[in-house]
């Protein structure tokens, strides 16, 4: 059999993913077998897999990986796997290890429901523009390629000089637009320089916008597996194609994705996309978080979708109506999605009774009835973020977040916010100004916020070890992002945190990444949640995988301390690999008297002698979660969730899982 291990990324790579695996099975005769994926199996047939049931081991052993540098530097067609039961991960872009196109075309049949809906937009289109246009599905896609780095976006002109060629060739064309940025500049410009041609923007889901671009005939493409689908579902004999070869600054990645991806038919434009300025890098990160630095109130009591909720396809109430209960607080009227990564469903118990939540104006439930129903004293809670290291970006990015901590929480709850950083962050000025990197983060928030400097250095046994065995990190992908501070960064999370005399007032630390924002309301105060029901730990997300050389031996390294301990777990057995491995990290509550007590320290401590963090940057999201499963029971694990996708690394979180994430243990 041929098994995928994990989807990964969004919808557009998950359909390459399955399109290998079949060429590759159908090759060997073999079975493929891949993770439920409700979005998938709701929009296409796909006769030829079978679906894997939540909590089934995908394959034994270690799977071997697509994603191989002598796979991604090279145009080689990689070797059919010759093994009895194949297990592959990651997303390989390489159409020449699909099956014939025909059998692709078959397992991506659209469901009859997408089918009536794609011919009732055609209808509506042709009885508006006539029945003899052509329809020519343009696909500009922004919101990440303009935010991330080293990746480009295309450029107007490329997209106006295809659609004019287009239009000279097919006068009766009407250009239907598909895009993550409705309301970006661009789209502005690109309109304004194509005034004879008809356009349409298309506003529904992303699965209807991959159904009716597929029933386009003519396509211009800028970049991204989804658009690429669009027009391989839709290809015609007579269709004109034009793709835009650039995605990134490296341009033999440039090359090589061209000749592993595009067929010849298609029409392939260089000079097509750029860097993005930093205005327009401005101009997308407000279309999509709407992060005004203004009053909150209005948003509570007023709340309208942001362009951000438009890219998500996420419909909200015009008033955030909000109802709390003992699984998680969310917005009521919220469609609760899956998570694509891994494909279980939203576990909240709806019946569950509320507990007496803060009730503003235009909540619901039956607690809300009475307004302020709170009798004991506020939580001492504060707010606590690593500014660490060499990369300045850090404090660029809190800068950049802050405002939305204020905005979405903080204006309502007053909490205290307490940053940790290197020196560097309080002598280093930021390029152009007067301004320290600490200075630059206290004038963008309206919080109170303190800063604590903190130094880091290596374990000492880890000092100790020969060779320097510290520098030689197994996990290659979070190795390379940077130095050793990287590392140093997991460390004061697993262990120096703990330490900080400063935190020693609170009951309760929320810890956030310095580059993690909100992007809509929080209807319940976080720490009030906590302290109502008595949890040790609140968290965002579980995931149910983590890549075995960013883990090192730590399912190991928890039972033998529980067994040395004389200390019988309290679910430890419900973790592991393909069942729970660790908590989104990026966001955690502490109840912190359990964290500094002498059981919690002891955990901590032989994690940190171990050098986990700098043999195989072991995260401390894994490293909280199985300490957890020594020591507490499910129950006493809170899941905040429902406050839709977050911002993160200067982008929108999605497809990772980041928003209405999964309580693994729930139930």
């Not at 239009?167 to 004879?196: E, M, R």
Request: net charge positive; with cysteine; charged share 20%.
């Amino acid at each position: 059999r041929v098994t995928l291990k994990e989807w990964s990324g969004g919808l557009g790579n998950n359909m390459v993913q399955y399109a290998v695996g079949h060429g590759i099975a159908q090759l060997r005769g073999s079975t493929l077998i891949v993770p439920t994926h409700p979005l998938m199996q709701r929009t296409f047939a796909m006769p030829f897999a079978q679906t894997r049931p939540e909590g089934q081991p995908s394959a034994q052993g270690r799977c071997t990986d697509f994603n191989l540098p002598k796979y991604q530097t090279s145009t080689a067609v990689p070797p059919t796997p010759t093994a009895n039961d194949f297990c592959f991960e990651g997303v390989l872009f390489d159409r020449r290890l699909f099956p014939p196109r025909k059998d692709v075309l078959n397992e991506f049949r659209l469901t009859p429901e997408l089918v009536n809906y794609t011919a009732k937009e055609l209808d509506q289109l042709q009885a508006k523009h006539g029945a003899g246009v052509e329809f020519v599905a343009v696909h500009v896609r922004l919101g990440d390629r303009v935010l991330q780095k080293n990746w480009l976006s295309p450029t107007p002109a490329y997209v106006s000089k295809a659609v004019l060629g287009i239009k000279a060739k097919h006068p009766n064309s009407v250009f239907v637009l598909f895009t993550d940025c409705p309301k970006c500049s661009v789209i502005n410009t690109i309109q304004a320089a194509t005034p004879n041609c008809t356009w349409v923007i298309h506003q529904g889901s992303s699965v209807e916008a991959l159904a009716l671009m597929s029933a386009c005939k003519h396509f211009v493409l800028t970049s991204g597996s989804f658009g690429w689908w669009g027009a391989y579902l839709g290809e015609q004999p007579h269709s004109t194609i034009a793709f835009c070869a650039e995605y990134t600054t490296d341009r033999k990645r440039n090359v090589r994705r061209i000749t592993k991806m595009i067929p010849s038919t298609w029409q392939v434009h260089w000079g097509c996309a750029a860097k993005p300025t930093t205005s327009e890098q401005r101009a997308v990160n407000s279309a999509y978080s709407d992060s005004a630095r203004n009053s909150t109130y209005q948003d509570w009591e007023h709340y309208k979708p942001t362009a951000f909720d438009r890219v998500l396809r996420r419909k909200k109430p015009p008033v955030p109506s909000a109802e709390c209960n003992g699984r998680g607080w969310f917005l009521t009227g919220n469609n609760l999605v899956v998570s694509r990564k891994h494909s279980r469903g939203v576990k909240i118990n709806l019946n569950a009774q509320p507990y007496p939540c803060q009730c503003m104006h235009g909540w619901v439930g039956p607690q809300c009835q009475v307004q302020h129903l709170v009798t004991h004293p506020k939580p001492k809670g504060v707010i606590v973020y690593l500014l660490y290291g060499a990369n300045f970006q850090y404090a660029m990015e809190l800068a950049e977040v802050l405002p939305m901590l204020d905005r979405y929480f903080n204006d309502r709850y007053g909490y205290p916010v307490m940053v940790f950083h290197s020196a560097n962050m309080a002598t280093n000025y930021v390029p152009g100004t007067k301004k320290t990197y600490l200075d630059h983060v206290q004038n963008s928030t309206r919080s109170k916020i303190t800063f604590v400097e903190v130094k880091i250095g290596l374990p000492d046994p880890v000092k100790k070890w020969t060779g320097k065995k510290w520098s030689k990190c197994t996990c290659r992908f979070k190795c390379s992002e940077g130095t050793i501070d990287y590392r140093h960064m997991g460390q004061f999370f697993q262990y120096l945190m703990f330490q900080q005399p400063e935190l020693e007032d609170y009951d309760w630390v929320w810890r956030m990444d310095a580059n993690l924002g909100l992007t809509h309301p929080i209807p319940c105060d976080v720490f009030e949640v906590m302290q109502t029901e008595n949890y040790i730990y609140g968290f965002y997300m579980g995931a149910t995988t983590e890549m075995a050389q960013c883990t090192g031996p730590i399912e190991t390294v928890a039972a033998r301390f529980a067994a040395e301990n004389k200390i019988i777990p309290t679910h430890l057995h419900l973790l592991g690999q393909g069942k729970l491995m660790s908590y989104a990290g990026a966001w955690g509550v502490f109840n912190w008297k359990f964290f500094t007590g002498k059981a919690w320290l002891a955990w901590a401590k032989h994690v940190h002698h171990k050098g986990l963090a700098y043999a195989h940057r072991l995260g401390e999201q894994t490293m909280y979660t199985f300490g957890l499963g020594i020591f507490v029971p499910p129950a006493a694990l809170h899941q905040f969730g429902g406050v839709g996708a977050l911002w993160h690394n200067e982008h929108p979180l999605w497809g990772w899982g980041f928003y209405e994430g999964d309580y693994l243990l729930a139930e």
